[in-house]
């Protein structure tokens, strides 16, 4: 799997691919995040986010999420491609790389769909020219005065086929020429009588550009975007690695709390094994006063019934002489027998179980919800990362 860093790394080597075909760009256009797209590309993702998202005050940045605020010209989202800006020096880049290659066709052919081999440059227009086209571009009156260079030039001195005037983002056909300090803002004379009359800071733009890439500001930028790299890498190796350290917790948690409830289980079975052992034992205890019982009635009974079995014999078959032995002999016995009689059957309550819950573990049914809480603890510091502040104004070193 990829990681996020890893996809940085890339796309800092592709500058001039579209991360959408992932091609060179066909007609660059870059968002507000600096992000590039085709045209095409951008204009058919605005398309499709625009209806499922169903707004229509804009659109995010398929790669860094920002959202991009349009609409305030043309709220029809099909013209919002069009109004994005595109970027000079990518243009230039890709033009370069062609001509390197020795791939450039003739920008003014291929308006025409024609595949014609480039022969020049203009350092103007950024456009390849082949000989027809270029005779034809010397000759106009508007651009007469364009730098040509040959192929074989730009290919040993990229930097002067490039340093050639911008046109500007706001007004097709004219030169940037000013440079506009208090709003960082390259200029047309256009722009500068519309937007920047007030404006108190304007360069003309070679003088604004000439120390740029030695200076002190640009190369502590440069440190200061280093730094952010540093910030952001960090920060998401941390990231990652908290994200690893909460699975790993959260499944040593599950067995704390596995075995928690394991040895409250254990508990509630040893508890459930005494009370059944007591059970055994009252049960046990009954039976045997209930037997002893038993066998003393059923042993008065069998005395009873002789004695009744005697008293038969003598009435119907003995003598009166054996009536009078037999049963006086019994009457003797009466008081003894009837004092047996009324102990072996008095207090008989008819004795039964009841089982009577611990209000501990009723309590722990009815209150307790939880075998315990979560709760989320710092386990180390932040380590506070340092940011600077943006500079913002080029004004310190010109
Ligand atoms: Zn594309
Ligand atoms: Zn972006
Ligand atoms: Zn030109
Ligand atoms: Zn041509
Ligand atoms: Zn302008
Ligand atoms: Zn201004």
């Excluded at 038969?312 to 003598?319: L, V």
């Excluded at 009815?366 to 913002?392: A, H, M, Y």
């Amino acid at each position: 799997m990829a990681t996020w860093t890893e996809n940085v790394e890339e796309k800092e080597n592709n500058l001039l691919i579209c991360s959408i075909c992932l091609e060179t760009f066909k007609t660059q256009k870059y968002l507000p995040s600096l992000h590039s797209f085709c045209k095409l590309c951008i204009y058919t993702y605005i398309q499709s986010f625009v209806a499922r998202e169903n707004i229509n005050n804009g659109f995010k940045c398929p790669i860094c999420r920002k959202f991009v605020t349009m609409g305030r010209d043309c709220s029809n989202s099909d013209c919002w491609a069009d109004e994005l800006p595109n970027n000079h020096l990518i243009i230039s880049m890709i033009e370069l790389k062609a001509i390197q290659r020795l791939e450039k066709l003739c920008n003014a052919c291929e308006l025409n769909s024609v595949n014609q081999k480039a022969v020049s440059w203009c350092t103007i227009c950024l456009e390849a020219r082949c000989s027809s086209c270029e005779n034809c571009h010397r000759k106009f009156k508007m651009t007469s005065r364009h730098k040509i260079m040959t192929l074989n030039e730009v290919q040993a001195d990229q930097k002067s086929a490039i340093s050639g005037l911008i046109t500007c983002d706001d007004h097709s056909g004219e030169f940037v020429e000013i440079y506009c300090l208090n709003h960082s803002k390259p200029c047309c004379v256009v722009c500068v009588t519309m937007k920047h009359r007030e404006c108190r800071n304007v360069a003309i733009i070679e003088e604004a550009a000439e120390v740029i890439k030695e200076s002190k500001q640009t190369t502590e930028f440069l440190q200061l975007i280093l730094h952010w790299k540093n910030v952001l890498k960090k920060s998401f190796e941390d990231t990652e690695k908290n994200i690893s350290a909460v699975a790993i917790i959260g499944n040593n948690l599950v067995s704390e709390i596995e075995s928690l409830k394991k040895s409250v289980n254990e508990h509630i079975d040893r508890l459930e094994r005494a009370v059944k052992d007591e059970l055994t034992i009252r049960k046990e205890e009954r039976v045997t006063e209930l037997t002893d019982r038993g066998t003393k009635i059923s042993s008065l009974k069998s005395i009873v019934d002789n004695w009744h079995q005697i008293y038969r014999t003598c009435i119907h078959d003995g003598s009166e002489i054996h009536c009078l032995i037999e049963i006086n002999k019994m009457i003797l016995m009466k008081e003894k027998m009837a004092s047996e009689i009324q102990t072996a059957t008095s207090h008989f309550d008819e004795k039964s179980f009841r089982f009577e819950r611990n209000q501990i573990v009723k309590y722990l049914q009815e209150n307790v919800r939880s075998l315990g809480f979560i709760n989320i603890v710092n386990s180390k510091p932040s380590t506070g990362l340092r940011l600077e502040p943006l500079c913002d104004s080029l004004t310190d070193f010109i």
